[in-house]
């Protein structure tokens, strides 16, 4: 499969500086940073700083440092923020029937009260 990367979506532009963010964490492969329409209390989003548009494609070209990486700061956003006891969502959009809105890969790292079903019909 071959993946092409958009280099002008929105967190290609927040990873240049071009547009601002609220910072939750950073490391030298990934950023967390605050949704700006957060669906819950909690909403965090967890960005590889390489150009990956799915999980797909990450898993396939990723280096293993950048993937331990990737999920290792989303456990952490997750006790950082305090979600650990009372429950949370991650979840990964990919594509349109995913409904994917951004095409760089990004975690959603939702919490703060009970979020419902998982799908609705």
């Known amino acids: 499969m071959s ?3 958009d280099e002008e979506n929105i967190f290609a532009k927040i990873l240049r500086g071009e547009i601002p963010c609220t910072k939750v964490a950073e490391t030298e492969s990934c950023l967390a940073f ?3 329409n957060p669906a819950a209390p909690v909403h ?3 960005i590889p700083k390489g150009p990956y548009v799915n999980m797909d494609h990450f898993g396939a070209e990723a280096s293993d440092a950048e993937i331990a990486d990737f999920h290792r700061m989303i456990s952490d956003v997750i ?3 305090g979600l650990s006891e009372d429950g949370y ?3 990964s959009n ?3 029937n995913g409904m994917q809105e951004v095409p760089h890969l ?3 790292i939702l919490g703060g009260r009970i979020l419902g079903p998982l799908l609705s019909a």
């Open 79 to 81: 006790r950082q923020e």
């Open 34 to 36: 605050r949704d700006i």
């Open 94 to 96: 990919a594509g349109v």
């Open 106 to 108: 990004h975690a959603h």
């Open 3 to 5: 993946y092409t990367y």
């Open 89 to 91: 969502r991650v979840i």
């Open 44 to 46: 965090v989003l967890v």
